[in-house]
């Protein structure tokens, strides 16, 4: 089955401080990974997906296919920052390519 | 990009009755989707709304409960059906195209049922 794990519901780093967001992945084929990003009172936003290899606002995610990861990194966490930040993934199916979100991770910077 | 409005924004229902909610998208899409979203849990695809016929559902969600209609490529409608405490959540309408085939989503419908 093809499923996304974000293990943290909550991480808190303090601002200036790295910032590391795990997920991992199962997935039979090659995945086409995403993260999504929710600040407050905002809607659901695509931060970046892993077939572009770009970094926004300071983010990277490096696809790992042997450790099936694709974790969300940032050298210096800003105070705004703070979100709600979703991995997801592609999955192929009968009916066309449907995104499948893992359970989110709250990311709190503090000052 | 597409902009992705829906109406109502937040609703309180009674236990029994149905609420229908529509889904506009500033742009012509190829995909549209019907997401839930139950307090403290992830996004749960619901259907996959197909322009001028049936929705696709994603098991545990039936048509009876959650019918879907797309009459054209820009606009949805979702209605949940007779309504219990267990539907209450936010109702995502999402859509994708473009050039770079991305995903957008709706600001959400807030449900409430007593």
């Known amino acids: 089955a093809q499923r996304v794990t974000q293990p943290e519901k909550l991480l808190s780093v303090f601002k200036g401080a790295p910032v590391e967001l795990k997920c991992n992945y199962s997935?039979?084929?090659?995945?086409?990974l995403f993260w999504y990003v929710q600040y407050s009172r905002q809607r659901l936003q695509l931060l970046l997906r892993?077939?572009s290899r770009e970094s926004i606002k300071g983010f990277t995610a490096d696809l790992n296919k042997g450790e099936t990861s694709f974790h969300l990194k940032k050298p210096f966490a800003q105070e705004e920052d703070s979100a709600m930040y979703y991995c997801?993934?592609?999955?192929?199916?009968?009916?066309?390519?449907?995104?499948?979100f893992g359970t989110g991770t709250q990311l709190k910077v503090e000052l | 990009s597409a902009v992705i409005s829906q109406k109502p924004s937040r609703d309180i229902c009674q236990r029994g009755t149905s609420l229908t909610i529509q889904c506009q998208v500033d742009?012509?899409?190829?995909?549209m989707f019907w997401y839930r979203q139950q307090p403290g849990q992830s996004l749960t695809l619901i259907a996959t709304?197909?322009?001028?016929?049936?929705?696709?559902?994603e098991s545990g969600f039936v048509i009876d409960k959650f019918p879907i209609s797309r009459p054209n490529l820009t606009f949805s409608t979702l209605t949940v059906s007779n309504m219990s405490p267990e539907d209450s959540s936010i109702y995502l309408c999402?859509?994708?195209?473009?050039?770079?085939?991305?995903?957008?989503f709706g600001p959400g419908t807030r449900l409430t049922v007593l």
């Open positions: 709304a197909n322009q001028g016929s049936e929705a696709t559902y």
């Open positions: 742009s012509q899409v190829t995909m």
């Open positions: 892993h077939i």
């Open positions: 999402s859509a994708r195209g473009g050039d770079y085939n991305e995903q957008f």
């Open positions: 997935y039979s084929g090659s995945p086409e």
């Open positions: 997801a993934l592609i999955r192929l199916t009968g009916g066309g390519n449907k995104l499948t």
